[in-house]
């Protein structure tokens, strides 16, 4: 059981993307999920988290840059990206989050290309 992510690209700084998350089943519906990053010959890291309740989080790089938001009958959560700088380039994946690590095996990702 894998999430799927969609919505990479090439873009210009200070442009804007949106990734998909689509989650494989609804049993994770009310799970925790997570955006991580990627950059290139660095070390996969958190991006952003949205709880079942909604509730979110960022990492101090994205604040006010990113939004992540869900949508339960859908089984979607989505990564808003905004403003987007050449330091944002990374294979993006989305995951469980179960508060010790990731939940699931990874997927593919989905690669963002921000040139300057």
């Known amino acids: 059981v894998q999430l799927v992510e969609s919505g990479g690209g090439l873009v210009q700084a200070g442009g804007s993307l949106r990734l998909s998350c689509e989650l494989p089943d609804s049993t994770l519906a009310e799970h925790t999920i997570a955006w991580y990053k990627e950059p290139p010959g660095k070390r996969r890291e958190h991006v952003a988290v949205i709880a079942g309740t909604g509730r979110t989080n960022y990492a101090d790089a994205v604040k006010g840059r990113f939004t992540v938001s869900r949508e339960h009958a859908r089984r979607m959560v989505y990564l808003q990206m905004n403003s987007l700088k050449p330091e944002d380039t990374a294979v993006y994946y989305c995951?469980?989050?179960?508060?010790?690590?990731?939940?699931?095996?990874w997927g593919q990702g989905t690669l963002v290309t921000v040139s300057s």
């Open positions: 995951n469980v989050d179960t508060g010790v690590g990731p939940g699931l095996p």
